[in-house]
């Protein structure tokens, strides 16, 4: 099938697949390919010219606007929705099944098998960790997000997940407000670097995470599991 991709996941997906999409986004981090605009702003003309037999979009990471112009141009889209570990397998089969792909989930590893963390100094609670997804101002993920749900998985406590935002904008009086163990900045959507850890240790002690392994769903899930909690486990060691 001649498939379009307007998801970075679905594109990774895709190609582990063996059924590399026609085109992607900017975004895909796939410079062989076609790019079709971005996810947010995807070249409907140009995807239209392409005469795909499906384009594959996200809930979350895609317009509606931008899924209703696809629609009205005649193509065929696959919505996926994916904002926890448990919709990865479902949503992954029901593409797989789309496109004529005979795909078989990995299972996640076993909770019991991830590294154990250690109780913050002096308390029996569960490890708080900050996750700044941008700044000035800064913004957090929530409980509707596929990241929360995987750190969680890692056992740890997402600072700011309880509110009814799927991603808090956050003011220096929250921050201050709320017991954070550990601050993990991700390398996206905002690209942090050592540079920014005088700001962000401000806050609690800060370390660096892989912003695929912790947002990018799809067949890298298993893994970016156990890459996830390991990269905690060494921060708070």
Sequence with gaps: ??????????????????????ACTRFCERPDLEHVGGTKNPDIAAITALQPDLVVV????????????????????????????DDV???????????????????????AALPPLPHPSGSARTVR????????????????????????????QVAFADRPETYPTLSEEDLRSEPIDLVLAPTEPY??????????????????????????????TPAAVTRVAQTIARALA
């Design 58 to 85: 996200d809930c979350e990471e895609n317009r509606r606007d931008d899924y209703d112009a696809l629609l009205a141009a005649g193509l065929e889209v696959e919505v996926l929705h994916i904002a926890t570990l």
């Design 129 to 156: 960790v900050f996750v700044p997804i941008w700044r000035r101002p800064y913004m957090t993920v929530g409980a509707a997000t596929y990241g929360v749900s995987l750190l969680e998985y890692c056992g740890v």
């Design 89 to 111: 397998a479902p949503e992954l089969a029901r593409l797989a099944g789309r496109i004529g792909v005979d795909w078989q989930p990995e299972p996640l590893p076993d909770r």
């Design 191 to 220: 690209e942090w670097h050592r540079r920014h850890f005088d700001e962000l240790t401000a806050i609690g002690p800060a370390h660096l995470i892989d912003g695929q392994d912790l947002f990018w769903w799809g067949t890298r």
């Design 1 to 22: 099938m001649r498939v379009v991709s307007l998801v970075p996941s679905a594109t990774e997906t895709l190609a582990t697949w063996g059924a590399d999409p026609v």
